[in-house]
């Protein structure tokens, strides 16, 4: 069971287990790094997806520890206080933080083997943006609870349309963080400014884990997600889904718990080992 394809899904702080899933793995011979060569995401999983892709989730792990466990809370009440100058809440600023220090001037070039490419959600014209993004995610999220289903359907249907951009569409690595930080658009935690003169959301909204992506593509697509489903998971074929073996319980928005991003890749760690040793090969 050869990869030459992988999907990350979205899912904030919990899309750590990707990463840890992804070093047990190779821990145990599956030889991602040697064999995927292409990879397609939206919102954290695209940071995930970089890190794996250059070989270095150790290291995007122990950066966003390091930066969490600077930040005193999810929520900075003091900032209230007229003439602060500063955000309520850290997250925007944390996460830009964190890709510009992982991602330096030769990375582009690193990946420039491999094909990386991310999902935006397009605003339909007649959609404001404030209530645009309410109405997204009001019905994201209720389609997900009723029907537990893994690729969403019902924002299409108001009007928003995909828009993907990767690697290979930019010629500096600033480039590449621009396009993570559109895909991850959730305001007002994740607040955005669109992406070439076009207002974006979080590409979650139109499908959290885009394995349509891949699709046409040669070799079979690992998808991984980044919590569990009360449905089954499809059957391995072309694409073969992978999922947490418990509940992960941090939340996607905890940007102050480096202890629970170490725990989240632990428990990647242990799946992707035990997928590794019973798939077959």
Not at 227 to 244: C, D, F, H, I, S
């Amino acid at each position: 069971m050869l990869f030459r394809n992988a999907v990350f899904a979205g899912g904030g702080s919990r899309c750590l287990w990707q990463l840890g899933f992804w070093d047990g793995a190779n821990s145990q011979g599956r030889g991602l790094n040697e064999t995927v060569d292409y990879a397609a995401s939206t919102s954290a999983g695209c940071a995930m997806a970089i890190a794996a892709m250059l070989d270095r989730a150790g290291e995007a792990l122990a950066l966003f520890q390091e930066l969490t466990d600077k930040n005193p809370g999810n929520i900075h009440w003091k900032n209230l206080k007229p003439g602060s100058g500063k955000p309520l809440l850290p997250h925007i600023g944390m996460y830009r933080e964190a890709l510009q220090q992982f991602l330096g001037p030769d990375d582009l070039a690193n990946l420039a083997g491999k094909r990386l490419e991310f999902l935006m959600a397009r605003y339909p014209r007649y959609l404001p943006s404030g209530p645009g993004a309410l109405l997204a995610f009001a019905i994201y999220g209720v389609e997900k609870h009723l029907t537990g289903t893994l690729h969403p359907q019902w924002t299409r249907k108001l009007g928003f349309t995909p828009m993907v951009r990767g690697n290979h569409d930019v010629d500096h690595a600033h480039g590449l963080v621009d396009i993570v930080l559109a895909s991850s658009c959730v305001p007002p935690v994740l607040p955005g400014k669109g992406y070439e003169g076009q207002r974006v959301l979080d590409g979650g909204v139109i499908d959290n884990a885009p394995a349509h992506l891949a699709d046409g593509r040669e070799g079979r697509t690992i998808v991984l997600l980044s919590k569990r489903y009360r449905n089954p998971l499809p059957r391995a074929g072309t694409r073969v889904y992978v999922q947490p073996s418990e509940q992960i319980r941090i939340d996607k928005f905890d940007y102050a718990n480096p202890a629970g991003l170490q725990d989240v890749y632990d428990l990647g760690l242990r799946d992707g080992m035990a997928f590794a040793r019973t798939a077959q090969l």
